[in-house]
């Protein structure tokens, strides 16, 4: 009979080693289970995954359960560096790799990716054709503009012309509903705010303001593969349009999520004005702060650019006297070389929150495009 608290303990020096001391798929430090079937340690998280896969992979606690000594030996012969160099061979660079604080669909088929469909082993190159195909279509279910309704529409993203399209109608030979440049293209998860596991946000500009598109598809698979398509259009793009730059430098350019979401009270330009509430979204990368009338808008009611100190932008909690019509409780106010922008929190979390990431912006000194936005978001006002 095997001796359990010797195998325990060897287990537990093993998940110490620095490739074993996070999950192997989303990185999450400390994990406590083990696929002992793929030879990983992996978080609880990540094995739940893995318990619905068992023809690839088997989990067991390395803390509650009994482990043989055969398995104890294999998991010593394997671990995560040995695993990441079989099933993460070829990860083509503008694939979205997820870290623990990502959406359950993006970790799912991640797992999914690797080890059933093994689409990253040394010897597999098709999933990665499909990705950056000259063309990637498919059906979507996509939010009315002006209804909660979602609607089945077929899009298409090209690398030949580096456009988005979709179509109303299945037909096709009909004019697109929208072309969208993938220049000008983001997309992020948003699964609570859309209400749907697999909900996806799309974002792109048009004639200087933002716009959203909310899609979900009913399978995992699909909404990620179309996530990894539009990044590997976007890293196309990119490449064409600055051919000297790094591919490392490219890579966090491809999609990004929001630094801050969230519901805030504001005024109008005159502080007599009554507080209106409103869904504001932090995009830092371009210093926008835009706000909506709810989270699932088509289109921004209005954009706030944040410049940097030394520019004379500055942020700090508190309410300036005299301030009314306001529901709650927790202000910030953001000085502006232009005018005072005094917004109001419910929670004091949420109002510390928003002051800490509108202070990350703030400390960024600005770079010439953003001189540009900044100029051309005066010109709207
Ligand atoms: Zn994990």
């Not at 109608?169 to 509903?177: F, H, L, R």
């Not at 301030?323 to 709650?328: A, F, L, S």
């Given at each position: 009979m095997a001796n359990w608290d010797r195998n325990k303990n060897i287990l537990l020096e093993l998940v110490k080693l620095p490739n074993n001391s996070r999950c192997a798929d989303c990185c999450a430090p400390d994990p406590d289970w083990a696929s002992f079937k793929l030879g990983i340690f992996v978080c609880l998280n990540c094995s739940g995954t893995h318990r619905n896969l068992p023809a690839i992979s088997r989990i067991k606690s390395i803390r509650l359960d009994n482990w043989d000594d055969d398995l104890v030996q294999f998991m010593k012969a394997n671990g995560n560096a040995a695993a990441r160099n079989i099933y993460e061979a070829s990860v083509p660079v503008f694939y979205y790799t997820p870290q623990h604080q990502d959406c359950t669909v993006l970790k799912e088929q991640w797992i999914r990716a690797k080890y059933e469909r093994r689409e990253f082993t040394a010897e597999s190159t098709p999933f990665q054709r499909t990705y950056a195909a000259e063309v990637y279509e498919g059906s979507l279910w996509k939010k009315g503009k002006d209804n909660k309704h979602f609607l089945k529409r077929r899009f298409l993203l090209s690398q030949k012309d580096f456009t988005l399209k979709y179509f109303t109608?299945?037909?096709?030979?009909?004019?697109?509903?929208a072309v969208i440049a993938v220049k000008d293209l983001n997309a992020v998860f948003q699964p609570e705010k859309i209400g749907h596991m697999h909900g996806l946000q799309i974002s792109y500009v048009q004639e200087d303001h933002t716009r959203n598109l909310f899609v979900y598809h009913d399978n995992g698979q699909e909404i990620v593969s179309w996530f990894n398509a539009i990044r590997a259009a976007r890293f196309a793009f990119l490449k064409m349009a600055f051919p000297g730059a790094n591919e490392s430098e490219l890579v966090p350019l491809l999609t990004r999520s929001y630094q801050k979401e969230g519901y805030m009270e504001k005024t109008g330009p005159m502080h007599w004005e009554l507080f209106k509430k409103r869904w504001f979204i932090l995009n830092s990368k371009d210093r926008k702060l835009l706000y909506f009338k709810t989270p699932l808008d088509a289109v921004e009611l209005g954009v706030i650019f944040i410049g940097s100190e030394s520019h004379g932008y500055s942020v700090k909690e508190c309410l300036p006297r005299g301030?009314?019509?306001?529901?709650?409780k927790c202000g910030v106010t953001m000085d502006t070389p232009d005018r005072q922008f005094i917004f109001m929190c419910e929670q004091e979390r949420e109002q510390k929150e928003w002051v800490a990431a509108f202070q990350k912006v703030i400390a960024r000194p600005m770079l010439p495009q953003d001189y540009a936005t900044e100029a051309s978001l005066r010109r709207r006002r």
């Open positions: 109608k299945e037909d096709q030979s009909k004019m697109p509903k301030t009314r019509g306001n529901k709650w």
